[in-house]
């Protein structure tokens, strides 16, 4: 059974771009959920996606966007990116959208802002 | 002031010795809670869940919550080199579904 999958693993980004990140979920769960990790910091819950709609949002920027697909699968796109954007970015799956679920992490996604 | 606050170590241990990781939280609409465990340059790996006030046990690890203090805790016995990584805790409550609130993470190291 795999378990929450995201690529790509590393990414280097110019400042102003514009990058895609990808989140295949735990078998048998249908949200997702993304972080923003900076070194040295816990996760800043970026929003959460369930039946391919936002559900919840954290404190970001529009330029912080996201997709979910059919088979339960998201995206997390990044426009303009700054030099801050830096960070690990982790994806978490849960079955359904409520707090009394457990979630779990994906390995995540180092993006580095140059 | 952040909603959850942890102590922020580092922590450096002996092998063998009890842990005792512990945060602080600000939002008495919390509910759940969860210890996370991560490796470097890794993403967290979800140690123990629990709901409401009370201890629960898991192996070597016993999660402890007390509600009237907003005040959390985790207990590792019997501490192992493997155990030494950053341990999280995360929050989370019903009417704000879905989103978990992490403190800053506690560095341990247990030393053979």
């Known amino acids: 059974d795999a378990g929450v999958t995201q690529s790509p693993t590393h990414l280097i980004k110019t400042r102003g771009q514009q990058v895609t990140l990808r989140c295949s979920p735990k078998s048998g769960h249908d949200t997702v959920s993304w972080y923003q990790q900076a070194l040295g910091q816990g996760p800043q819950f970026i929003f959460q996606y369930y039946e391919e709609e936002e559900r919840q949002r954290g404190n970001f920027p529009d330029r912080f966007s996201g997709h979910q697909f059919p088979n339960y699968s998201s995206e997390l796109n990044v426009n303009a990116l700054l030099l801050g954007d830096s960070a690990l970015y982790l994806c978490a799956s849960s079955w359904g959208p409520g707090a009394n679920t457990e979630a779990f992490f994906g390995q995540g996604t180092r993006l580095t802002v140059v | 002031q952040k909603e959850v606050e942890q102590d922020p170590g580092p922590l450096s241990v002996p092998e063998g010795a009890i842990v005792s990781l512990n945060c602080t939280y600000s939002n008495s609409a919390f509910q759940y809670f969860m210890w996370y465990r991560q490796y470097s340059r890794k993403g967290p790996e979800l140690l123990m869940y629990?709901?409401?006030?009370g201890n629960k046990e898991d192996g070597r690890f016993t999660a402890q919550v007390d509600k009237s203090s907003k005040y959390i805790s985790l207990f590792i016995r019997d501490s192992q080199p493997s155990d030494s990584a950053t341990y999280l805790c995360a929050m989370s409550s019903n009417t704000n579904a879905g989103k978990s609130t992490f403190g800053d993470g506690t560095t341990l190291t247990v030393k053979p």
């Open positions: 629990t709901y409401s006030s």
